[in-house]
T-cell receptor
Framework: DTAVSQTPKYLVTQMGNDKSIKCEQN?????MYWYKQDSKKFLKIMFS???????INETVPNRFSPKSPDKAHLNLHINSLELGDSAVYFC???????????????FGDGTRLSIL | EDQVTQSPEALRLQEGESSSLNCSYT??????LFWYRQDPGKGPEFLFT???AGEEKEKERLKATLTKKESFLHITAPKPEDSATYLC???????????FGAGTQVVVTP
């Protein structure tokens, strides 16, 4: 009954490869997010989609491309992986974008990406 | 520039020894302050949302409070299972973008 699930949990790959991470939420939320947590444990927003529309696109290399086939799924594709991409990537979802107050976000358990 | 600072970085408590964690923020317009708990190898787990100064929320041994400049997470009579990293985050725009602090790692020993 996992609310926000990510696959894979671990991803070990060579530099230069292309990989994808998948995320699904069963909470009926409209908005989904990708975050990166680096070795210092800081969580930083990368992207957000609201009803399949990209609404947040932070300063992230073009090698990272999110895709949302429907509002319950948000995938992250990474081209030409580099050593600096090693991190934990978290997917999250929230009920909606409220114009006045933000709704809490619910997180998956992360995908640990290691580049050799 | 918006800033979120958490202190202390780490806190070691004896079981039953109450304490408080601080989250100070400098933002242009607060749309919500969030507390999360993160266990090793897991994603952040939502605890509380506070929207306006003076607001308080409670859950078991945890109580969160909010002023115009900071939020406190009070842990009353902690147990070893309260050991975790506690993260504070602020929302400042209508797009739902959260800015997180670096977290406070709490260890509660029996």
């Amino acid at each position: 009954d996992t609310a926000v699930s990510q696959t894979p949990k671990y991803l070990v790959t060579q530099m230069g490869n292309d990989k994808s991470i998948k995320c699904e939420q069963n909470l009926g939320h409209d908005t989904m997010y990708w975050y990166k947590q680096d070795s210092k444990k800081f969580l930083k927003i990368m992207f957000s989609y609201n009803n399949k529309e990209l609404i947040i696109n932070e300063t992230v290399p073009n090698r990272f491309s999110p895709k949302s086939p429907d509002k319950a799924h948000l995938n992250l594709h990474i081209n030409s992986l580099e050593l600096g991409d090693s991190a934990v990537y978290f997917c999250a979802s929230s009920q909606s974008r409220d114009t006045y107050s933000n709704q809490p976000q619910h997180f998956g358990d992360g995908t640990r990406l290691s580049i050799l | 520039e918006d800033q979120v600072t958490q202190s202390p970085e780490a806190l070691r408590l004896q079981e039953g020894e109450s304490s408080s964690l601080n989250c100070s923020y400098t933002v242009s317009g607060l749309r919500g302050l969030f507390w999360y708990r993160q266990d090793p190898g897991k994603g952040p787990e939502f605890l509380f949302t506070l929207y306006s100064a003076g607001e308080e929320k409670e859950k078991e041994r945890l109580k969160a409070t909010l002023t115009k400049k900071e939020s406190f997470l009070h842990i009353t009579a902690p147990k070893p299972e309260d050991s975790a990293t506690y993260l504070c985050a602020v929302g400042t725009d209508s797009w739902g973008k959260l800015q997180f602090g670096a977290g406070t790692q709490v260890v509660v020993t029996p």
